[in-house]
């Protein structure tokens, strides 16, 4: 019989309950990134129509691009090789 051994040292720095945690908080991010002006121009609509303060484009943008920061850095982080 061809049996398989084993290994079970980690392949990356982050690993476990650790990564899930990340992975699930990059989930959100990219959700928040992929309907990000979806919702920003429906609140510019809803605002036009009845009236009230609406965030301007300028720190929209401001705000979408530390999110893709964001998720830049955490992808980062879940390729570092485990170290012994």
Known sequence: MNQK????SPQFKVYGIERRKLKKELSLLKSFVKN???FHQLDVDMASFYGGNV???ERAQAIYNNKLKEIEE?????????EK
Do not use: G, R, T
């Open 5 to 8: 051994i084993m290994n079970n």
């Open 36 to 38: 990000f002006w979806y």
């Open 55 to 57: 965030m301007s484009d």
């Open 74 to 82: 955490l992808e980062k982080k879940f390729f570092i090789p485990y």
